[in-house]
């Protein structure tokens, strides 16, 4: 008989977790493995909620198995350290994001980029090596291979740097790999959400003239104004979209419903790049006399390697980036996946854990 | 009143015209322009048979202004040439692609990428800056603006390298601004016809891995034991397919027709690329999660510029690369069209315009 996720492991711990895919979520009693040789210890402080956690409760990619304890935005501090650990020691901040391991051998575990092993493992909801299920930060502890753990810099604040763990790699990697991260860059960032808000931010460090694209004119004055965004455009808007035809370098598209690619591949100039961060649930309509004509690409990208999540973290330390947050308390939890599937959040809820997580 | 065609302009000239979407070519009495300080006057021994000239006779994309003579694949010898013209002289093989004008002016022009100029000029179904419609190879002669044209390189076939102007091109293009060069890396190749028999060719002379992707098994042996390709995949045997998975750099999809791309996504390794120079009528289905899941990229690329056209040719010159040709006369030109749209040619029709197009 398959034992119960209080039973899986010897270190006791508690959660809250979906059941069902109603989402709903509810106190969980569960267990955590021993502190092996190159594992970190940390109790959670803060745990963001990332979209694909409401995602995943629901099954509405169809994979998610129950009950499950979501959370991949998740910082804390570090309490024990196995033998072998070199990079950190009780007392340390220490931030978990999508991912808690990989093969290790592959090319892409060889390049850094452990976010495109064939074998990676997720933070929640997947199979470790030892074959039980992960669980994520919506917990009150945590045990993960060093080698996945990020060293959390002194003057980023714990809360709002923890949603940067997935919304900021998400948005970061990207931005580097195709090259929009320089002056002289025009970026379209579509979509102002969790992952929209933070890209405005690393790209005006990165000296990139950004234009937000959105569906909401309530956002205007938020974009320009207080996130500093260089433009602001409806995508509805013909008149709006049609003067800003071929003007952009590269746009990062966040939105994960399914929508009309078509208009935003006309905001490309030559050779302009449309990079998908979002993954919508069914295939997109891809006009190819467009691409064609102006060489335009279509690419997609998946967070980042672990490496590069570190130089992320850094990067937004140095130049005080972090997500905008609205901190709340478990028991609000599931009154805040409401409002995330509607967008009523500006624009990260994180939960202040280490406050509020009681156990049962 | 408008003129027509055979007024238009001083030189007389006389081609293979279709008149309305059933794209039924027949005679044609029209007119090119007086040969220009800069222009280049051609006599046309060969023209190759595009599908692109299919679908503009059939009025498929929807912009046909008949009657239209195609052909933008042509090979002849310069008869004249403008005062101010420097590379070339009377008596030389040139040919002339799929634009013969563009604004010059634009950054696209300044960086030879005149194909990407907002006022690109089609050798035919376009209109030229006097505003009179142009005329493509199906025909006796043309007038063209000297930047336009290509010196045939002497080692290359007319009636093999004809093809070249357009197919070549249209491979060659994507191939180096993708990448797609590097000796030992493995390239898919989706289609196996005008653009895709090129395109294994210049694959091989590249000194990648080639491998073929195709929905016909008959093309096997062709392109392995003829064509030089490494291996052959099916797209309909999910075993092959399967064993194929994540295994290639890049490919190069030339199939117009509406087909499904997760499965030529699927083929394709982490960061690979799919580059699609097909033009189908449609939009096709995008899934995203390979898309995000292998950082993957799906690109277009449109012929190329002039300098690029002239370095491909060389190209071929220098790796003895030509099109695999069926040379035909200009009166079998509506049975080839119909063959074409068949894919029943290996693999690009070439009309012998000098020794059949008579008035």
Not at chain 1, 38 to 46: A, L, M, R
Request: aromatic share 8%.
């Amino acid at each position: 008989m398959a034992k119960s996720p209080e039973q899986d492991h010897p270190q006791a711990a508690f959660g809250w977790a979906a059941r069902d895919p109603s989402g709903l979520l509810s106190p969980l009693k569960f267990s955590r493995r021993t502190t092996g040789e190159k594992d970190v210890k940390f109790k959670v402080f803060f745990c963001g909620i990332c979209h694909s956690d409401l995602h995943s409760v629901r099954n509405e990619w169809g994979f998610s198995t129950y009950p499950l304890v979501p959370g991949h935005e998740i910082v804390g501090e570090v309490v024990e350290v196995g033998s072998k650990v070199e990079k950190f020691k009780a007392g340390d901040k220490v931030g978990v994001g999508c991912l808690v391991g990989s093969c290790g051998s592959c090319d892409s575990c060889h390049d850094q980029l452990e976010n495109y092993c064939p074998k990676m493992i997720l933070t929640y909801g997947a199979m470790y090596h030892d074959g039980t299920m992960t669980h994520g930060g919506y917990s009150n502890m945590m045990v993960v291979d060093e080698h996945f753990a990020i060293k959390f810099p002194q003057n980023m604040p714990l809360d709002a740097g923890a949603p940067l763990l997935c919304a900021g790699i998400t948005v970061y990697s990207p931005m580097k790999f195709f090259g929009l991260d320089h002056p002289g860059i025009h970026l379209g960032l579509v979509g102002l959400g969790g992952l929209g808000h933070v890209a405005v931010k690393f790209a005006k460090a990165m000296g990139v003239k950004v234009t937000v694209i959105s569906s909401s004119p309530g956002k205007r004055e938020e974009a320009l104004q207080r996130l500093g965004a260089d433009a602001f455009l409806i995508s509805s808007d013909t008149n709006q979209v049609q003067a800003a035809m071929g003007t952009m370098d590269g746009i990062i598209d966040t939105v994960s419903a399914v929508h009309p690619i078509l208009p935003l591949i006309g905001l490309l100039k030559q050779n302009g790049k449309l990079v998908l961060v979002g993954a919508p649930d069914r295939p997109l309509e891809l006009p190819v006399f467009p691409l064609i004509f102006g060489r335009k690409i279509v690419a997609g990208s998946c967070i980042g390697g672990i490496q590069e999540t570190q130089e992320m973290i850094d990067f937004a330390a140095k130049h005080k980036i972090t997500a905008d947050i609205e901190v709340i308390s478990i028991d609000y939890v599931n009154t805040a996946m409401d409002r995330l599937a509607k967008n009523d959040v500006k624009y990260r809820f994180v939960i202040d854990i280490g406050n509020t997580l009681k156990e049962a | 009143m408008a003129k027509s065609p055979d007024q238009e302009h001083p030189c007389k000239a006389f081609g293979w015209a279709a008149r309305d979407k059933s794209g039924l070519l027949s005679p044609l009495c029209f007119s090119r322009r007086e040969n220009g300080d800069e222009d280049v006057t051609i006599k046309i021994l060969f023209c190759g048979v595009c599908h692109s000239d299919l679908h503009v006779a059939k009025n498929e994309w929807g912009f046909t202004n008949y009657p239209v003579v195609p052909g933008h694949e042509m090979v002849g010898t310069v008869m004249k040439v403008g005062s101010d013209v420097k590379k070339f002289k009377v008596g030389e093989r040139v040919g002339v692609g799929v634009i013969v004008g563009s604004c010059k002016k634009c950054e696209s022009c300044q960086q030879d990428l005149e194909n990407y100029c907002p006022q690109t000029i089609f050798t035919y179904n376009s209109h030229y800056t006097d505003g009179t419609k142009t005329y493509g190879g199906y025909s006796d002669m043309i007038v063209v603006d000297e930047r336009y044209v290509l010196r045939f390189p002497d080692n290359l076939p007319s009636e093999g390298g004809a093809p070249l102007l357009c197919a070549g091109i249209t491979v060659y293009s994507p191939m180096k601004y993708y990448g797609m060069t590097e000796p030992g890396k493995h390239l898919g190749v989706a289609g196996l016809g005008g653009l895709g028999h090129v395109a294994v060719k210049m694959g091989k002379a590249f000194g990648l891995k080639v491998t073929v992707i195709s929905s016909s098994p008959k093309k096997e042996t062709e392109a392995i034991e003829r064509l030089g390709a490494d291996s052959f995949l099916v797209t309909s045997d999910p075993a092959k397919m399967k064993a194929a998975l994540g295994t290639m750099d890049y490919i190069i999809d030339t199939v117009s027709a509406v087909h499904p791309l997760l499965p030529l996504l699927s083929l394709l390794k982490l960061n690979g690329k799919l580059v699609t120079v097909g033009l189908p009528d449609k939009p096709l289905e995008l899934p995203i999660f390979p898309l995000v899941l292998g950082r993957k990229l799906v690109g277009g690329s449109d012929i190329g510029g002039m300098k690029e056209t002239q370095e491909m040719l060389d190209f071929c010159a220098k790796h003895g690369i030509t099109a695999d040709v069926e040379v035909i006369r200009m009166d079998y030109i509506n049975t080839a069209m119909e063959r074409l749209a068949k894919s029943d040619v290996r693999y690009r029709f070439v009309i012998d315009v000098a020794s059949s197009l008579s008035q």
